[in-house]
């Protein structure tokens, strides 16, 4: 999956939306065009690796226990 280049200011605001526990994917969608599989790219490409573990575990457990979440 080939991520188009991203201005650092944007960059950020997508992984500080990602790692929000309030903000949805469809939400990241709406305002940057990225798709979860894309957001999931990036924050691997740009997080240490366990944080990105770390990260993905807690979006899962969310996501078991609601029925909407991320």
């Known amino acids: ?6 201005d650092p200011a944007t960059l950020g605001e997508i992984i500080e939306m990602a790692l929000s526990d309030q903000v949805s994917f469809d939400h990241i969608r709406a305002l940057h065009g990225l798709d979860a599989d894309a957001v999931k790219a990036l924050m691997r490409q740009n997080l240490k690796s366990g944080s ?13 226990r609601r029925e ?3």
Do not use: H, N, S, T
Not at 56 to 63: G, K, L, P, Q
């Open 68 to 70: 909407v979440y991320k």
């Open 52 to 64: 990105y573990r770390a990260w993905r575990r807690r979006v899962r457990a969310f996501a078991d």
């Open 1 to 6: 999956m080939k991520i188009q280049l991203l």
